[in-house]
């Protein structure tokens, strides 16, 4: 009996010596950077898909507010009975620069006589904000007074409050501001034309008083909190497909978002009609979130802006058409014009319009895209046009240029190799692939060339059941995703730029799955990709430090993906480590260092059992990050990892 005894307690010994030894141990070679991060590593794609701007983060609740949509009373219902011919016209006056069309009001009689707004899927009113109904109008014959009703969805009234159309030769603005009294995702806006008289009405406007920094009809707030959130290096604006349009007349012109909100020409929208399983019919451009607003947003959130401009190619999965090189130069000057818009003196045209606006500072922008997703020597010769003027008049600009729609194939091999051979600043590669994808290309940068143009991640998302969607924003997408960025993060020399696209998706208005954050009309919740996308750029450090499992990068060795950087503001080693088991995994990281552990470390894991959960309006926090502190000694971190999770871990080091 006791013979036996000895011989368990023997072999339990044995068997713990050997499962020591056979944690795993990853090298961490703190004191050999092996370069640095780029300060502006982790960004933002903005697109206005989803209804990303209008409908979403800029704050407008009427839709078609100028009646500039093809069918003019979009979004409008005239309210009350046998209204007489003539009572509402719309006008066309080609002589008003950007919004030709406004609305006549001939009201000979008193009669009971509406309009009704239904906001972009209704629209999110809360309870005690007030609001400001604005609106642009003549009235040569005055006697009309608007009475304005807020509603719910069971039509119940939130607040109302009355405007009078005072007698006016020319347009003049009216406002008046109002309390709700009630919440709702699904308002509307009544408003009543009483009395008798004629005018003409247009911009007819209503915002919330809660907008981003509080700036009359700005942004919303919570949409920008959590842009802000992620502090982000960059934004990307104004896309994606957005830029280069179905066709040219319809690609985004930035000289078209600038000046008077009243005269910035609106545009439909490539994405109200790209996909026949999602029309949009209502989705257009107003450009209330134009290029101003776009450099302020960007500044606010401490971004470096990143605009990417069309190259005199229209969209080609669509039309394709081409600008003929001998007329590129519009295009071009389109460029120079908006660099002078950003970081140009006051005395210069543009930069006086930029301080006109309300901001003499510059922009500093360093930047430019040209091109989105172009492909074929057609864009290479485009680009080359470009390329000459501006590294010319602007070598100060960055020059980043389109690799195409995918990572791979003939398409990417011929225009990375034209682009190297330019010398271009930047290459902007896209992959939206599944997650096995993004797992077994962690190490896609390891052999990339050091001396080359640098790489910008400039839209990717893992994409589960692509092409026949809706692909869900899973917890099996986002840990693919996090494995990935742990290649992105160690050639981080290499690749200066990432971006997570498209950003935003309205529940009720999407055309493109997956995204980073969702919204209805009052909330907003990030996705797990989000979360992991924030862990990166909130822990992104200033210099990638050598991480090594038996001399090679943790690149899916048993599952497992691992970067470290050091952050030399906080002296923190910075640790990022994917467990892709469905079984907990201990590792032990040793440090090769002279540095010492210097206090307790932060160690902050995302993680869940279900590969396909995910966050939703009804559940915005079923995947988010949990944090922990805890305490090292010596020079090695021995930890368990959770099965299927992202860690993050914060080591004082000094
Ligand atoms: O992010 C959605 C779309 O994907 C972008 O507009 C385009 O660049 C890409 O194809």
């Given at each position: 009996m006791k013979k036996l005894f000895f011989l368990g307690v023997i072999l339990m010994i044995c068997s713990s010596i050997s499962m020591a030894q056979s944690i795993p141990t990853f090298k961490v070679n703190l004191d050999n950077p092996s370069g640095k991060i780029s300060p502006n590593m982790w960004g933002i794609f903005f697109e206005d898909i989803n209804l990303g701007a209008d409908g979403g983060i800029y704050a407008e609740l009427v839709k078609n507010r100028s009646f500039e949509f093809s069918t003019p009373l979009m979004g409008w219902k005239t309210l009350g009975k046998n209204i007489p011919e003539g009572t509402l016209i719309v006008q066309n006056d080609s002589k008003r620069k950007g919004n030709a069309r406004s609305l006549l009001i001939n009201k000979s009689t008193d009669f009971s006589l509406g309009l009704q707004n239904e906001g972009f899927r209704g629209m999110g009113i809360k309870s005690g904000l007030e609001y400001e109904f604005s609106l642009l109008f003549k009235s040569p014959k005055p006697g009309l007074t608007l009475h304005l009703e807020l509603l719910d969805d069971t039509d119940k009234v939130l607040g109302s409050s009355k405007i009078s159309l005072t007698e006016t030769a020319g347009w003049t603005n009216g406002a008046v501001k109002f309390r709700s009294v009630g919440e709702t995702k699904k308002g509307k806006l009544n408003i009543w034309i009483q009395g008798t008289g004629h005018a003409e009405v247009d911009m007819l406007s209503l915002f919330p008083e809660d907008t981003w920094m509080e700036r009359s009809?700005?942004?919303?707030?919570?949409?920008?909190?959590?842009?802000?959130?992620?502090?982000?290096?960059?934004?990307?604006?104004?896309?994606?497909?957005?830029?280069?349009?179905?066709?040219?007349?319809?690609?985004?012109?930035?000289?078209?978002?600038?000046?008077?909100?009243?005269?910035?020409?609106?545009?439909?929208?490539?994405?109200?009609?790209?996909?026949?399983?999602?029309?949009?019919?209502?989705?257009?451009?107003?450009?209330?979130?134009?290029?101003?607003?776009?450099?302020?947003?960007?500044?606010?959130?401490?971004?470096?802006?990143?605009?990417?401009?069309?190259?005199?190619?229209?969209?080609?999965?669509n039309t394709g058409e081409v600008v003929p090189l001998d007329e590129l130069d519009s295009y071009i000057q389109d460029a120079l014009d908006l660099i002078e818009f950003a970081n140009g003196d006051i005395d210069t045209k543009w930069g006086k319009l930029r301080a006109d606006m309300g901001h003499p500072e510059k922009f500093n922008l360093k930047m430019l895209g040209v091109g989105n997703e172009n492909w074929g020597p057609q864009y290479i010769e485009r680009l080359i046009a470009f390329q000459t003027v501006l590294k010319a008049k602007h070598p100060e600009i960055a020059i980043i240029a389109s690799s195409g729609t995918g990572p791979d194939g003939e398409r990417f091999d011929y225009l990375d190799e034209q682009l190297r051979?330019?010398?271009?600043?930047?290459?902007?590669?896209?992959?939206?692939?599944?997650?096995?994808?993004?797992?077994?290309?962690?190490?896609?940068?390891?052999?990339?060339?050091?001396?080359?143009?640098?790489?910008?991640?400039?839209?990717?998302?893992?994409?589960?059941?692509?092409?026949?969607?809706?692909?869900?924003?899973?917890?099996?997408?986002?840990?693919?995703?996090?494995?990935?960025?742990?290649?992105?993060?160690?050639?981080?020399?290499?690749?200066?730029?990432?971006?997570?696209?498209?950003?935003?998706?309205?529940?009720?208005?999407?055309?493109?799955?997956?995204?980073?954050?969702?919204?209805?009309?009052?909330?907003?919740?990030?996705?797990?990709?989000?979360?992991?996308?924030?862990?990166?750029?909130?822990?992104?450090?200033?210099?990638?430090?050598?991480?090594?499992?038996?001399?090679?990068?943790?690149?899916?060795?048993?599952?497992?993906?691992?970067?470290?950087?050091?952050?030399?503001?906080?002296?923190?080693?910075?640790?990022?480590?994917?467990?892709?088991?469905?079984?907990?995994?201990?590792?032990?990281?040793?440090?090769?260092?002279?540095?010492?552990?210097?206090?307790?470390?932060?160690?902050?894991?995302?993680?869940?059992?279900?590969?396909?959960?995910?966050?939703?309006?009804?559940?915005?926090?079923?995947?988010?990050?949990?944090?922990?502190?805890?305490?090292?000694?010596?020079?090695?971190v021995k930890e368990s990892f959770l099965p299927h999770s992202f860690t993050v871990i914060k080591i004082p080091v000094k």
């Open positions: 009809k700005g942004l919303r707030k919570d949409m920008v909190q959590i842009l802000a959130d992620m502090k982000p290096g960059f934004v990307r604006f104004p896309g994606g497909c957005i830029v280069e349009g179905r066709d040219l007349a319809n690609r985004f012109q930035w000289k078209k978002t600038v000046g008077p909100i009243e005269e910035r020409e609106l545009i439909i929208n490539r994405w109200n009609t790209e996909f026949n399983h999602r029309l949009t019919p209502d989705y257009f451009q107003t450009f209330g979130l134009g290029f101003y607003e776009y450099f302020l947003l960007s500044e606010d959130i401490g971004a470096e802006p990143l605009p990417i401009l069309n190259c005199g190619m229209a969209c080609q999965f051979e330019m010398k271009i600043d930047v290459i902007d590669e896209h992959y939206y692939r599944p997650p096995t994808w993004f797992l077994s290309s962690a190490a896609r940068y390891d052999d990339y060339d050091r001396n080359g143009p640098k790489i910008f991640a400039g839209e990717y998302a893992s994409h589960t059941t692509r092409p026949n969607g809706p692909n869900k924003n899973s917890w099996d997408a986002a840990l693919s995703e996090a494995a990935f960025l742990t290649g992105l993060e160690r050639n981080g020399d290499v690749v200066t730029m990432a971006s997570y696209a498209p950003l935003f998706g309205h529940v009720d208005g999407w055309q493109w799955t997956p995204d980073l954050i969702w919204v209805d009309n009052l909330k907003v919740y990030g996705t797990p990709s989000y979360h992991i996308q924030k862990l990166y750029s909130t822990n992104k450090g200033t210099s990638i430090i050598p991480l090594k499992w038996d001399d090679s990068n943790v690149v899916g060795q048993d599952s497992l993906y691992a970067s470290a950087v050091y952050d030399e503001g906080t002296k923190e080693l910075i640790l990022k480590f994917v467990n892709h088991n469905s079984r907990m995994v201990d590792i032990a990281f040793q440090l090769d260092s002279k540095k010492k552990i210097n206090g307790d470390a932060v160690k902050i894991t995302i993680n869940s059992n279900d590969m396909s959960a995910y966050n939703s309006i009804e559940d915005p926090l079923k995947i988010q990050p949990q944090e922990s502190s805890v305490r090292y000694s010596g020079k090695v």
